[in-house]
């Protein structure tokens, strides 16, 4: 690139533009943060400020269970109702996290919220009763649903023999 004298240009010009809605709408967000913690805590500054930062982590997983999980406000009168709820959500976050670090270490591209949507036609059948006792079969899985219960390290239930060995056929009168 040239000036209009011909000499060749070592710099460049440029314009910037003031969105005002857009300022205005990050400008609610300028400010300072203020940590205060008690004289006798011995932690360091960065040690507190990491651990008010993983709280995020908590609000996340909390948000995990209400999103993924599609859990909606349940109202419970009783204590045991209320371990039981938290035992249950609890359970499917470990689930969802034990989930994600298998599919990590295999190197899988289905995120952890997906996969419960792919194995989602995956079913256990109970076909018409031979001999007056039930029989039960698997859905036929298509390979990237059997792919994911590799890396997963759980094939085995997609096995036959597997659910034979797992499975008490039941009488047709129970």
Not at 10 to 32: K, L
Not at 70 to 89: G, I
Not at 120 to 139: E, F, K
Request: charged share 30%.
């Amino acid at each position: 690139m040239a000036s209009a004298r011909g000499k060749p240009l070592r710099s460049y010009r440029g314009a910037i533009t003031r969105r005002d809605e857009a300022w205005h709408r990050r400008r609610r967000y300028d400010g300072f943060v203020l940590l205060l913690a008690h004289p006798e805590l011995q932690h360091s500054a960065p040690a507190l400020v990491q651990a008010y930062r993983d709280k995020d982590v908590v609000e996340k997983d909390f948000q995990t269970i209400k999103d993924v999980e599609k859990l909606r406000p349940v109202y419970h009168y009783t204590d045991a109702k209320v371990q039981a709820h938290v035992s249950v959500c609890m359970l499917a976050l470990l689930l969802q996290r034990m989930l994600r670090c298998r599919l990590m270490r295999a190197d899988q591209p289905e995120s952890a919220p997906a996969a419960p949507s792919l194995l989602s036609t995956c079913h256990l059948n109970q076909r018409a009763p031979i001999g007056g006792r039930a029989v039960y079969d698997i859905t036929q899985l298509d390979p990237d649903q059997r792919r994911l219960l590799e890396a997963c390290g759980l094939e085995e239930l997609a096995g036959e023999t597997y659910l034979a060995s797992k499975l008490q056929p039941r009488s047709v009168a129970d």
